[in-house]
T-cell receptor, first 113, second 110 residues
């Protein structure tokens, strides 16, 4: 069974631009969660989607948004990029809830210049 | 607000040694606790998941215990190998999605 895939793997953007990251969960998994990982803050929860509905949202500004499609694939968007948005963005999928075993993708490394 | 702490932040051991990584959490109302491994620049690999009703889980050379009442979990690694070198993270889920500790960076020296 294929694992969680994330595209692109690396991105370089400049301040003020926007970016869209994509995540394809493991087949059959309906819950997708997004996390931001930085050296200073560690791993922080962004949002969780289940059946195209946002089930939970972390403490991030409205510039961070996401969505889930009917095939469970998910995208997250960051608008008006800031230098502090430079991070590894990780997507995780699980069967039903984030309380089930989570399987992580390799991440997208975003660098904002 | 749930907070997860991992001690030590870094650990270096010679190959073959048994070792224990510690994780503590402030709110004992959790559904489960998960241990993950992260290699540099990579995503997370799930190692063990312990439900709140369980006391421990084992997988190969790994054994994780959970004491919910005291807010503690340990990950025991037997007969460590250089390939075990990575950052180990614990995370709990309760009324909120996963809350992670900052990890323990383990180096196993051949």
């Amino acid at each position: 069974k294929a694992g969680v895939t994330q595209t692109p793997r690396y991105l370089i953007k400049t301040r003020g631009q926007q970016v869209t990251l994509s995540c394809s969960p493991i087949s059959g998994h309906r819950s997708v969660s997004w996390y931001q990982q930085t050296p200073g803050q560690g791993l922080q929860f962004l949002f969780e989607y289940f059946s195209e509905t946002q089930r939970n949202k972390g403490n991030f500004p409205g510039r961070f948004s996401g969505r889930q499609f009917s095939n469970s694939r998910s995208e997250m968007n960051v608008s008006t990029l800031e230098l502090g948005d430079s991070a590894l963005y990780l997507c995780a999928s699980s069967l039903v809830t984030s309380g089930d075993t989570q399987y992580f993708g390799p991440g997208t490394r975003l660098t904002v210049l | 607000k749930q907070e997860v702490t991992q001690i030590p932040a870094a650990l270096s051991v010679p190959e073959g040694e048994n070792l224990v990584l510690n994780c503590s959490f402030t709110d004992s109302a959790i559904y489960n606790l998960q241990w993950f491994r992260q290699d540099p620049g990579k995503g997370l690999t799930s190692l063990l998941l312990i439900q709140s009703s369980q006391r421990e889980q084992t997988s190969g050379r790994l054994n994780a215990s959970l004491d919910k009442s005291s807010g503690r979990s340990t990950l025991y690694i037997a007969a460590s190998q250089p390939g075990d070198s990575a950052t180990y993270l614990c995370a709990v889920t309760g009324n909120t999605p996963l809350v992670f500790g900052k990890g323990t960076r383990l180096s196993v020296i051949a």
